[in-house]
């Protein structure tokens, strides 16, 4: 079965693309030595995070669109939080990305988000490696920014694109500041709203003392994103970035990260809290329990 995926993978056929995803992301028999197989093309990864509704999709949309025109294969992947606080999020891209399931030059599949934290999926590096493998020129990650999401996708994507809107005034003022470190690119979508150019202008004061002296100064690119203004500009600017990461060290940075993410899920495999709560409650009714000895006793 593999075999046939490997070379399934390889050739880009979409219907076993999408199958070995799904044996991926169920821990399938075998998945290790598959992706220990699978060649690792350069193939940029662009990740685009943000509000909830700020345009990502139709950006993502709009980018598409132009790497198409190009020529290029493009994979998308749209994270779905599983959040309270974000219904919809699946019918919204279905719509706003519909144009281009049938498209043999695009491969779009949505993920679930199972963090606890808001995160992106569990297993995107792994999915994200076997898109690799496939002949796509572009992996594109879209991702609602709520909770851990925004940081993490830094560390997953040569590229990462922040989208604002410029009702976002005040969340600026308080910009996390991961955040801010994470971007490469602010879009400030949706410019054909009132504020825009004020909020353009507060962005640029707030990140330029930031990045002074640097050379990691973020592109601030307005776009309104429906109307397709903006997008050829931030295109281009995503192409100068992407040829960037390839020259300088992030490289081994992006790696160091993804091993170490990766590490950290093997080591924490089979620890869960609700298990460690049965397992302290048991012991707090024996009358003997201390938490450094607990903890010892569950290192191995
Ligand atoms: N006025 C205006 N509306 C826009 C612009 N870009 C997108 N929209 C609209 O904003 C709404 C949300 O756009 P999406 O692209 O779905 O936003 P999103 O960030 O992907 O949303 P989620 O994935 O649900 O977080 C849609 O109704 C779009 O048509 C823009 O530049 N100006
Ligand atoms: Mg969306």
């Known amino acids: 079965m593999w075999d046939s995926l490997y070379t399934g993978v390889i050739q880009g056929d979409v219907k076993l693309i999408a199958r070995a995803i799904s044996l991926v992301e169920n821990e399938q028999e075998g998945y290790i030595a598959f992706l220990e197989q699978l060649p690792q093309r350069a193939v940029p990864v662009l990740g685009i995070t943000g509000p909830p509704g700020a345009g990502k999709s139709t950006l993502t949309d709009a980018l598409i669109g132009m790497a198409v025109q190009q020529g290029k294969k493009v994979a998308v992947i749209c994270i779905d939080p599983s959040s309270p606080f974000h219904f919809g999020a699946l019918l919204g891209d279905r719509i706003r990305l519909n144009q281009w399931y049938l498209d043999d030059h695009v491969f779009i599949r949505s993920l679930a988000s199972r963090g606890a934290m808001g995160g992106l999926n569990p297993k995107i590096i792994e999915i994200t490696d076997l898109l690799k493998a496939a002949p796509f020129d572009l992996i594109i990650v879209e991702t609602v920014g709520v909770g851990q999401s925004e940081v993490e996708i830094a560390g997953l994507a040569e ?16 910009m996390k500041a991961g955040l801010m470190e994470v971007a ?10 009132p504020g825009a150019t004020i909020f353009l202008k507060n962005l640029q004061q707030m990140l330029a003392p930031a990045f002074s002296g640097t050379s990691r100064l973020p592109l601030i ?3 309104v994103a429906h109307e397709m203004k903006g997008v050829a500009e931030l295109y281009a600017g995503l192409s100068r970035k992407i040829e960037e990461a390839h020259s300088n060290e992030r490289k081994g940075w992006l790696l160091a ?9 093997k080591r ?5 809290r609700r298990r460690l709560k049965d397992a302290i409650e048991a012991g707090i009714r024996s009358g003997r329990f201390n938490l450094y000895q607990f903890v010892r006793e569950h290192e191995k």
């Open 257 to 265: 990260e993804k091993a170490y993410q990766l590490l950290q899920k």
């Open 184 to 193: 490469d690119i602010f879009v400030v979508n949706k410019s054909d709203r």
């Open 159 to 174: 590229v990462t694109v922040v989208v604002l809107v410029p009702e976002a005034g005040d969340e600026v003022q308080t």
């Open 268 to 272: 924490m495999q089979g620890i869960d």
């Open 221 to 223: 690119v307005p776009t």
